[in-house]
């Protein structure tokens, strides 16, 4: 019933800065949350950014300082701006969208981008 799309991934040299947008769109009742994963080469897929509908704000220490997330709320639209990007921050990026439905909450995704950084 939800569908997200992303953009703005690439590549980057390290030091330099990215921005990442997802829009959700589709049979909406309410969002949860909107949040940012990634997933490195042999790695398991990791939390970078959270931001709940009720204001909440959590970063991964890992980039803590570094990213910001933020949310356009009538537009159904999470942003996630990484500065100072180092060769580590490689990996794939997804959009993941907490709906509320009749049942209860469900986890949406985005199709996931890639994002390296090289050295």
């Known amino acids: 019933q939800v569908q997200l799309v992303e953009s703005g991934g690439g590549l980057v040299q390290a030091g330099g800065s990215l921005r990442r947008s997802c829009v959700a769109s589709?049979?909406?009742?309410?969002?949860?949350?909107m949040n940012w994963y990634r997933q490195a080469p042999g790695k398991q897929r990791e939390l970078v950014a959270l931001a709940t509908s009720g204001g909440i704000i959590n970063y991964a220490d890992s980039v803590k300082g570094r990213f910001a997330i933020s949310r356009d709320n009538t537009k159904n639209t999470v942003y996630l701006q990484m500065n100072s990007l180092k060769p580590e921050d490689t990996a794939v990026y997804y959009c993941n969208v907490v709906a509320s439905e009749l049942l209860g909450p469900r986890n949406y995704w985005g199709q996931g981008t890639q994002v390296t950084v090289s050295s």
């Open positions: 589709g049979s909406i009742f309410s969002i949860n949350a």
